[in-house]
């Protein structure tokens, strides 16, 4: 605990650089899944083909993906902007098939209602199609979340700080205080993103809450009436 309490400049200026290549990569993977799911849903001839190549996207090993992708964007290997991309294509791999099966969750009535009223194609996906798939894309969002901010430690093995730092220095250095506090600090980042996300829903999409009201109310008179 000495150890800790003696650096936590160190702790919190490591944890806001972590915070800030996680939440890039966030937003940039899921700005790129929402057309991608779009496609992915629209057009069920190459739904399966999108859905597979993302998602095995996520297979490919980190450390390796780290180091190849030098090759092919161009920066260097210990660079932030490696580090970002890649975490991008991970958190694009889980988000692309949420936003096709949120998207499929839409009930086909409620569309071609808003279309008979002359709704755009356009017009119905923002008004209509995206908020009522929402519930689903933030839950997938919220594991792409907490994944990209435990997978953004593997860049402290190709040069890039983060919180990652914490693990190898006190690995190495037999620090065991210092390993601690790297996971402690990456578990709370992913939680406190967590809730804000689903806090974020709330507010967004509160006929979620309705919604989640009406359900317990129908559970609770079902019970009753079985009792």
């Known amino acids: 605990m000495n150890w800790v309490a003696d650096n936590l400049d160190l702790i919190l200026g ?12 966030i937003v940039c993977g899921f700005v790129l899944s929402l057309p991608l799911g779009w496609v992915a849903w629209r057009y069920r001839l190459v739904r399966g083909p999108i859905v597979v190549l993302t998602g095995l996207l996520y297979t490919i090993p980190s450390l390796a993906l780290l180091i190849l992708l030098p090759s092919v964007i161009g920066y260097s290997a210990r ?13 694009v791999a889980i988000l692309v098939r949420s936003v096709a099966d949120g998207l ?6 409620i569309r071609q209602a808003a279309t008979a009223v ?25 594991v792409a979340a907490v994944s990209t901010i435990s997978l953004a430690t593997v860049g402290i093995l190709v040069g890039v700080e983060n919180l990652g730092y914490l693990f190898t220095n006190g690995l190495q250095r037999r ?8 996971v402690l600090a ?11 996300l689903m806090l974020a829903g709330r507010a967004i999409m509160p006929w979620t809450r309705t919604a989640s009201a009406a359900t317990a109310r129908r559970r609770i008179v079902s019970m009753r009436a079985a009792a």
Do not use: C, K, M
């Open 104 to 109: 499929d969750s839409v009930d086909p009535d």
């Open 14 to 25: 490591l944890a806001l650089t972590h915070l800030g290549q996680s939440a890039i990569a």
């Open 118 to 142: 002359g709704y755009g194609g356009a017009r119905r996906f923002w008004t209509i199609d995206l908020p009522l798939a929402g519930p689903v894309i933030l839950a997938g969002l919220r």
């Open 79 to 91: 660079s932030q902007e490696n580090l970002i991309v890649g975490l991008t294509i991970y958190a």
């Open 186 to 196: 990456v578990v709370v980042i992913a939680l406190v993103i967590d809730l804000l």
């Open 175 to 182: 620090i065991i205080p210092e390993v601690f506090a790297g």
